[in-house]
């Protein structure tokens, strides 16, 4: 018997590996500019169709540190997934597609999916903005405890009066109470038109408005006529001139001067509560 000997080995099984599939990147935002961008501005905005994948977003750093003075370029964003938030300088600006202006002073712009831009948080407000906020508020509470410690004080006078505490202006008897912290005071009085001032000591308890009447002096006035006349002071008869240190109420008044011979003639005076006042006039023969 012959023995048998094979032709050729037979093959080992091999497992079948599929070859690798090709390489195809995903499609990057485009950015179109308009053809009067300058040749620089359009080298910055060239930077928007970098994809950083780590972040899902695109990422632009217009760098225009030694160009001239901010040129403006219109450009429109598109993404792979229409509806892509568009964040420039840290703001959202809308969804892709978009169409934007920018300049070289704009800092960044980012591509960002919705839930990503929703959950990032809106820009802090200036802080001048804060501070003037918080400057109102405490001045409101400042002025709330103020009122609930203060009282006021009403000076009723014939004539206006300026209200002094030293040096500081508290008010004016013509607009209403004057308002003050509870307790003692000394104010002064003040009409300087009319040459008079006083002094007055009021006491002031917190939530009431206190009565204070005002009595000005009288002021004085010497009235005269040439050759001679009958004088009223506002339509109230005072007799025959000449006439001296009639006494009159401080303020504007009206002299009529009225003579038989040569009718009527009218002068106004003002009454000073420092120095007589005096009025003349001379009739026409």
């Known amino acids: 018997m012959n023995a048998f000997t094979p032709e050729a080995p037979f093959p080992t099984p091999q497992t079948f590996v599929p070859p690798p599939a090709p390489f195809v990147p995903a499609p990057a935002p485009r950015v179109e500019t308009s053809d009067s961008t300058p040749p620089y501005l359009k080298w910055a905005i060239a930077a928007l169709a970098v994809v950083a994948v780590a972040e899902g977003a695109v990422i632009a750093r217009l760098l225009t540190r030694n160009q001239p003075s901010p040129t403006q370029a219109s450009v429109t964003i598109e993404s792979p997934q229409p509806g892509t938030t568009v964040m420039v300088d840290g703001r959202p600006a809308g969804t892709t597609p978009l169409k934007l202006a920018v300049t070289d002073q704009t800092r960044a712009i980012r591509l960002m999916p919705s839930e990503a831009a929703a959950a990032t948080p809106p820009p802090p407000a200036p802080v001048t903005a804060a501070n003037g906020e918080a400057e109102k508020t405490a001045a409101a509470l400042e002025q709330a405890a103020a009122r609930q410690k203060s009282g006021g004080v009403n000076f009723v006078s014939p004539i206006p009066l300026d209200v002094f505490e030293g040096e500081r202006v508290l008010g004016s008897t013509s607009s209403g109470p004057i308002v003050a912290s509870a307790g003692a005071h000394t104010l002064d009085l003040v009409n300087t038109s009319l040459g008079f001032r006083v002094r007055q000591a009021v006491t002031i308890r917190a939530g009431t408005i206190a009565r204070v009447p005002i009595t000005p002096p009288m002021g004085r006035l010497s009235i005269n006529a040439q050759p001679w006349a009958q004088v009223s002071i506002d339509d109230t008869a005072v007799g025959e001139t000449p006439l001296a240190n009639v ?17 009527e003639r009218r002068e106004r005076v003002i009454v000073r509560a420092d120095t007589p ?7 026409q023969r």
């Open 277 to 283: 006042a005096r009025v003349s006039t001379t009739f």
């Open 247 to 263: 006494p009159a109420t401080l303020g504007e008044h009206q002299i009529t001067f009225r003579h038989p011979q040569f009718g």
